[in-house]
């Protein structure tokens, strides 16, 4: 192996070490899935600050504006920001969950609000959430250390999920918020190295010019972002997770402020992307163009990977085990030993499942894709939370408006898997929204929303009439 060879596993042994020192030791069963510290304190607004951003700055959020800026110009850079409005969102919907209810996590509130099936239905769908999470955020990752499939590669994403799981085994979300302030350092830091090196291109060539059918394709994605902001939040333990961690006001302000840091971050990231269009470089922006600009750019770049991936990762982990032995169970009291021993299986678990559909490449070009597209359609099959969390002070709105909200959602995402994966054409032409290869799936989320919402609010109308039949007979009786 040569001097350049060595220099990324040289990259992920300091980092290793660095994450290494920033591991708390032994900490109590409530550390482990709340958080706090060792003298029960709550997290400071900047360290929450810090680790909501970073959750969301992961190396698949990274590598997909660089993309989608390499495509459609800064509309694409724009369209992808659009998601983290995600933050205030669910920042203020849990805001008004945990200060008019009192509630102390979103499957409490679920159970107090449509029940116990219901609670677990929206269980399942974060499940997916997190199972993607594991492989997609390993996958670029790896892909930085060799070509898919080399011994490299999986070499790399070997190490990076024992390691990542190692420490959250050990500390679970205490573990992850420790490092996750270290984390969100280490990529501004990288962030600002990375800019260095792109300005002087960008400069000398300027923004590069896209035809107005690819920018108008950037914008409708924008689209699709904002309507799936309504519903996608709800759906990510790693975010939500951090919701009840501190008090309302700060958690409130805390998520506002993440969401303006990350998603400038995002954004300024999709500078990867527009210089790959500008100098018309092919390929993954984020490997053609730091191997253009030299093997410093593209260290730099590795380790960036590795600091978004690994705080994602230990999220996903410790987001994992409190699904599994906490919230299924809707157990909010005291965390016994027994519990804590479950939410550490649950973490082994889910990374080696997790990791699975990396194995798709052994699998054929058409049985490989199916599969990671199979477990990509989450935004859109979640669609329904929207009006499930944001029209939940509807007082009369229970079990019906559940179920006619979140099943035509999840109808819809089924859909969108056959049309993507299988390549069958089954909704109509006149869905589409928009131009480019996403008004399908915008004119999708719209009309689906849209659906949702009626379908909450004819649920909420039901026990109305109800009422007013039962109220007949005892007039008459009058």
Request: aromatic share 12%; hydrophobic share 50%; proline share 4%.
């Amino acid at each position: 192996m040569t001097i350049a060879g060595k220099l990324p596993w040289i990259v992920l042994a300091g980092y290793c070490a660095l994450v290494w020192r920033l591991m708390p030791g032994r900490i109590s069963p409530n550390q482990f899935f709340d958080g706090k510290s060792e003298s029960s304190k709550e997290p400071r607004l900047w360290l929450l600050v810090a680790s909501v951003a970073i959750t969301w700055i992961f190396a698949k959020s990274i590598a997909n504006v660089a993309s989608l800026a390499g495509i459609f110009g800064v509309s694409g850079g724009i369209g992808y920001a659009f998601y983290y409005f995600s933050f205030i969102v669910a920042g203020v919907a849990i805001y008004f969950i945990r200060t008019r209810g009192g509630h102390t996590s979103l499957s409490g509130f679920l159970v107090s609000k449509y029940g116990t099936l219901r609670a677990k239905l929206f269980l399942l769908a974060m499940g997916i959430r997190l199972f993607n999470e594991v492989w997609s955020n390993t996958k670029v990752v790896a892909l930085f250390f060799g070509d898919e499939g080399s011994g490299a590669y999986w070499l790399a994403a070997a190490i990076v999920t024992a390691f990542t799981v190692y420490y959250s085994w050990r500390g679970g979300l205490r573990s992850s918020l420790l490092t996750d302030g270290a984390q969100m350092l280490m990529a501004a830091i990288l962030l600002g190295v990375v800019l260095a090196f792109l300005w002087p291109g960008l400069a000398e060539r300027g923004f590069p010019d896209v035809s107005r059918g690819l920018s108008m394709a950037g914008w409708t994605f924008g689209g699709l972002a904002l309507v799936q902001v309504l519903s996608y939040p709800f759906h990510d333990p790693v975010m939500t997770d951090r919701a009840f961690i501190t008090s309302p006001k700060v958690m409130l302000k805390g998520f506002i402020i993440a969401g303006v840091l990350a998603g400038g971050f995002i954004f300024i990231y999709s500078g990867v992307g527009l210089y790959s269009l500008s100098f018309e470089l092919t390929g993954n922006p984020s490997i053609s163009v730091p191997v253009m600009l030299g093997l410093p750019v593209l260290l730099v770049l590795n380790a960036l990977m590795l600091t978004s991936a690994g705080s994602t990762l230990d999220s996903t982990f410790s987001s994992s085990a409190k699904l599994v032995a906490r919230d299924w169970r809707n157990d909010r009291g005291e965390v016994l030993a027994p519990v804590l021993r479950r939410g550490r299986w649950i973490i082994i678990t889910i990374a080696v499942l997790g990791n699975l559909p990396l194995l798709s490449i052994y699998m054929g070009d058409q049985v490989g894709p199916a599969i990671i597209a199979a477990t990509t359609i989450s935004g859109t099959m979640v669609m329904g939370l929207a009006p499930i969390f944001l029209l939940s002070f509807i007082k009369t709105a229970g079990k019906l408006s559940f179920h006619l909200a979140f099943w035509p959602g999840l109808v819809f995402g089924v859909i969108m898997t056959l049309e993507g994966a299988v390549g069958w054409t089954i909704l109509p032409g006149w869905v589409d929204i928009g131009t480019g290869r996403y008004a399908d799936d915008f004119g999708i989320n719209v009309y689906g929303v849209m659906l949702c919402t009626a379908g909450y609010l004819t649920g909420a109308l039901v026990p109305l009439f109800r009422k007013d039949t039962a109220a007949e007979p005892v007039i008459a009786a009058r």
